[in-house]
Each structure stands twice: as C-alpha cells, then as structure tokens.
C-alpha cells in the first residue's frame, strides 16, 4: 500500500510556542497544568475504542488503498453526525432544558415514562452491559477538575446534581444507567471554556490517533483484501408482478413496506445500531423481489 503528498501543511514549533504562551498569560501554573493534564486524560481515553463508525469507516476507506489523508477525512466525516460525534453536545443541551436543580426530580420522572419523548443524554453505553471503564477515569478527573478550577456555574452544579440523583435512584441502578465518559466530557469541556461546536473537532483530535494507528495495522498486513460488508437478505423469495397501471397510490394488497418501517430507533450514543430498509427491485418477468437488509454495525 502506498500513497503519494506532494506538499502537507505542517504546525510548527513556533505556532505551538504561541498557543501555550497566551494560555500560560491567562491562566496560573497550577491552573494550566491541571487543564492540560484533562485534555491528555480526554485525548488518551478516546484514541481508540473497538469498530466504532468513524474507526470503521477509516478502515473501510483504506482497505481500497486510499492514502492516510483522505481515510482520515472519511473517519472526520462519519464523526461529524451527530449520534456519534454529538454526544456531550447533547449533554449539554439537556441539561440547559432541565434548567434548575428544582426541576430534577420532575425531569427524571419524565425520563422513567416511556410515554414521555424526553431523554437523559449521557448515562448507559449500548457497547457495556455494567459502567463504562472509561467513565471511571473521566469522573475522578472531572470532579478534580471543577474542585481546583473553583468555577461557579448553575450548569455544572445541576450536572453534579443530577449525577447524584441517578447513582442513588434505582431505576437507574437496576438498569445500569450510570453516567457515561459523555456526561463527564460535556461538563469538563465547558469548564474549560471550550465552545460547544468544538467538541467534536477536540474529539477527533485524540480518535485520530486511534484512526491512523487502525490504519497503519491494516497497511502493514502482508495479504491485502478491500473491505465488503456482509448484506443479510431477510425478504420475500417470490412476490407477485404489479403492472404500473395497475398499481394504486394508496396501500398494497402486497404488503409491500415501507422504507425504514422497521428501523430500530437510535437511542443517540456512540456507535451504530441495527436497521432495517426496504426497496422494491423489478426483476425481468413477472416476479417483484423485496430485498430487506440488516445492517449491524458496533458502539
């Protein structure tokens, strides 16, 4: 596998200088040295974790030979949607629904009613049955974090809240609805100051070295072969030819579904989930196939 730069844009001594310069002249040392000591705990936590979608997508792009580059473009691009790069966003923003540490108990009540469309972000992972190891690690550093930065704000104070009343509920104990590295990251990231539409770009900063450490196993494999996920055909064998004028426009005596009628809702965390599409392919002759495939993907 090779590829090809012919002239890369390279951040030079100079420029990192400058950044940490203009961070050391607002903050204390002790200060500084505590906020860097989250961003490489945040940055080494999220390098790599399992076949999550932008950590696939890297690999599906490079197993067609296509240099690093445009793989970590790929990687970036799958991490731009929001069920999988979004997910302390969300925290965020719920927590600014819930408003008030007031409002907690009524908020989480709504949370218990399946009846209800409102959802607590960060707390469970699809991927582990028990807490999030990772999570562990983020909540020691978060709590240490907000103690020496000695920072009073109402969001972060209902987020503490709100982390207590969930580990003492047992609702959420049964269920193993712990608070996952998602909840600790939005909070952290906002105690630093860092704009809510730049978590994602700190969050590919530290799973880009997991992308090109996936990339770099994949190139030194000694057999080659372009990735080809599975389709599971789950249709009909044999459906009945409608001729188009015969079709109507409301329902089909066929049964013919919907696309996406079946699709498993995606509950907003890291990973994929399961779905299922339908598409009608008229094949020659009298016969209509309806192909139905299951994509599975990993959290």
């Not at 961070?23 to 040392?29: A, F, I, L, N, T």
């Not at 790599?48 to 240099?67: C, M």
């Not at 494999?221 to 599975?230: A, D, G, T, W």
């Not at 013919?256 to 392919?281: L, M, S």
Request: charged share 25%.
């Amino acid at each position: 596998m090779t590829w090809h730069l012919n002239q890369a844009s390279i951040w030079n001594d100079l420029q990192c200088w400058r950044m940490f310069h203009i961070c050391y002249r607002k903050h204390s040392v002790s200060a500084l040295c505590m906020r860097v000591r989250w961003l490489a705990t945040y940055a080494a936590l999220h390098a790599d974790h399992e076949q999550n979608a932008s950590t696939s997508t890297v690999r599906i792009a490079g197993s067609s030979q296509a240099n690093p580059f445009a793989c970590i473009a790929a990687g970036a691009a799958s991490l731009w949607g929001s069920a999988h790069g979004g997910a302390n966003e969300a925290v965020l923003h719920m927590l600014e629904e819930i408003g008030s540490v007031e409002n907690i108990p009524a908020c989480v009540a709504r949370a218990k009613d399946k009846t209800d469309s409102f959802r607590l972000m960060g707390f469970g992972h699809r991927l582990y049955k028990t807490t999030d190891p990772r999570a562990k690690v983020m909540r020691d550093m978060c709590h240490k974090l907000l103690s020496h930065l000695k920072i009073k704000d109402p969001l972060l104070s209902l987020a503490m809240e709100l982390e207590r009343v969930a580990l003492s509920d047992e609702y959420f104990i049964k269920r193993k609805l712990y608070p996952n590295v998602d909840f600790y990251s939005g909070i952290c990231f906002r105690a630093l100051g860092i704009p809510v539409n730049m978590f994602t770009v700190v969050f590919a900063v530290g799973r880009s070295i997991g992308w090109i450490s996936q990339w770099s196993e994949m190139a030194a494999e000694s057999v080659e072969r372009i990735s080809r996920p599975r389709q599971m055909y789950e249709g009909e064998m044999e459906r009945r030819f409608v001729p188009l004028e015969e079709r109507g426009g409301g329902s089909d005596d066929d049964g013919a579904r919907e696309d996406g009628e079946e699709g498993a809702k995606d509950d907003g965390k890291e990973g994929g989930g399961i779905g299922r599409g339908a598409g009608n392919v008229e094949a020659p002759g009298k016969l209509l196939l309806e192909v139905h495939v299951a994509h599975v993907g990993h959290a």
